[in-house]
């Protein structure tokens, strides 16, 4: 990935947390993360009536029709695209076949959507390995890089790129360094680093080598405190510090964040390092921000939008929840006006 000094760069003081303002975070967070794993509580919110109306504002659909639907008209208006079929945690070898096999089949609908000869593809797949394996005890982490090797074989020849998701803390090591063995014959494999990990600016720092995409986030599970930063505060901090890492580096920073103080940082930041609206892009979630979404690519920034599709939904719906008090507002009015 090339960088381009900016025309007019912008001018470029200390970006600091503390000097922008910041998204509230959730009190509930911890509360609503616990619960994503009860079974009760899964059955009690995949039932509820109110339930479907937040789905469909964060989900694209359940089907692959949904998802392309989606993508088309996200691509109308100039954003980019990347998508994920959801699920993860798979503990069965035929369910992760079968999770390839969607994958295959997305990315030969999304072929014909391809400009071959853009700078940087608009469309993309997201995937996460433990949905192609990677919990499949001693195997899962060979398994997996298997799986993810088909998924990247189809894409390459279709023209669409792919970006391995994080997770928990447990599968970082694992999925980094399945990221590595791919990306000795996929070179432009994505890589996702979570801010809120005390480990994540080294990380940043070993990937942000020639042509590396990194996506940063904030992070959305549950962590103890002894790997992971807890006051928002200092994960704002930590994004900070490592988003300045990956603008200095020699690869292609993907700021995937909804916080205004993150994207108001980005545009200074890349230019201190002579990047221009090619050396890096917003990233933002389906449904969330769309207003901003469509000024940032209206400016003539890149502006790629996660957009999630299929029935194992419930997971990522929680950790929406858990992210902002505005979604779980949503929901709760959902509850309180439906009879």
């Known amino acids: 990935m090339r960088s381009v000094v900016a025309s007019e760069p912008l001018p470029s003081p200390p970006v600091t947390s503390r000097a922008l303002p910041r998204l509230a975070s959730n009190p509930l967070r911890p509360v609503i993360l616990a619960a994503a794993k009860s079974p009760r509580v899964r059955a009690l919110v995949t039932t509820a009536p109110p339930t479907r109306r937040l789905v469909d504002r964060f989900v ?19 954003r980019a695209v990347s998508i994920d079929h959801l699920g993860e945690d798979t503990t069965d070898l035929a369910q992760a ?125 549950r962590e103890p405190a002894s790997v992971a930063y807890q006051d928002s505060a200092e994960v704002d901090a930590s994004y900070l510090r490592c988003l300045r890492v990956l603008m200095a580096g020699q690869g292609y920073p993907m700021v ?19 990047r221009g609206p090619d050396g890096f892009e917003h990233q933002m979630l389906y449904g969330i921000r769309d207003l901003e979404q469509r000024r940032l690519a209206g400016a003539g920034l890149r502006m790629r939008v996660y957009v999630p599709y299929g029935a194992q939904w419930y997971g990522y719906l929680m950790r929406r929840l858990a992210e902002r008090p505005s979604n779980l507002r949503f929901f709760l009015r959902s509850v309180v006006s439906r009879d």
């Open 60 to 78: 694209a659909g359940d089907t692959r029709p949904d998802a392309l639907a989606a993508t088309k008209a996200l691509l109308g208006t100039g």
């Open 97 to 221: 076949r079968a999770i390839v096999a969607e994958y295959e089949a997305l990315i030969a609908d999304l072929a014909p959507l391809v400009e071959r000869d853009a700078p940087m593809p608009a469309v993309e797949v997201s995937v996460k390995l433990t949905a192609l394996g990677l919990a499949l005890g001693a195997d899962g982490p060979g398994i997996a890089l298997g799986h993810a090797r088909q998924i990247c074989a189809a894409a390459a020849a279709a023209g669409v790129w792919v970006t391995v998701d994080a997770e928990d803390h447990t599968t970082t090591d694992a999925t980094l360094s399945i990221v590595r063995r791919l990306r000795e014959d996929f070179p432009w494999v994505g890589a996702v680093l979570q801010a809120y990990l005390r480990r994540t600016e080294a990380d940043c720092r070993d990937l942000s080598g020639p042509g590396s995409r990194v996506r940063l986030c904030k992070g959305a599970y």
């Open 256 to 274: 995937a964040s909804h916080d205004p103080a993150i994207v108001a940082a980005a545009g200074p930041l890349a230019a201190e390092y002579a």
